[in-house]
Nanobody, 120 residues
Framework: QVQLVESGGGLVQAGGSLRLSCAASRSIFSINAMGWYRQAPGKQRELVAHITAGGGTNYSDPVKGRFTISRDTAKNTIDLQMNNLKSEDTAVYYC??????????????WGQGTQVTVSS
């Protein structure tokens, strides 16, 4: 089991910055991958950024060059630094963890979500 707790959402003007943080209940080295997803009203949940246990990262095209995912292995946290925010970044942001069980099946764990609202 992995519990995830997000923090750091809020209201910001376009062009501004926010930093999201996600704390995991266990060592992130025991988790295969972690990431941030977002869901805007009326839209499907989409991947924003992803970091593997080995530290590899990838980003969705809309956020490349503006968002940075990072991790603190001592604190078992991952962060999402969001710069040059746009109105289309408005969404509920969810922290995700993927962990394989004893049968090598991947299970997804989710945080409760944090609202990010960008005003234009």
């Amino acid at each position: 089991q992995v519990q995830l707790v997000e923090s750091g959402g809020g209201l910001v003007q376009a062009g501004g910055s926010l930093r999201l943080s996600c704390a995991a209940s266990r060592s992130i080295f025991s988790i295969n991958a972690m990431g941030w997803y977002r869901q805007a009203p009326g839209k499907q949940r989409e991947l924003v950024a992803h970091i593997t246990a080995g530290g590899g990262t990838n980003y969705s095209d809309p956020v490349k060059g503006r968002f940075t995912i990072s991790r603190d292995t001592a604190k078992n946290t991952i962060d999402l630094q969001m710069n040059n925010l746009k109105s289309e970044d408005t969404a509920v942001y969810y922290c995700n963890a993927q962990k394989k069980d004893a049968f090598l099946r991947t299970k997804d764990y989710w945080g409760q979500g944090t609202q990010v609202t960008v005003s234009s």
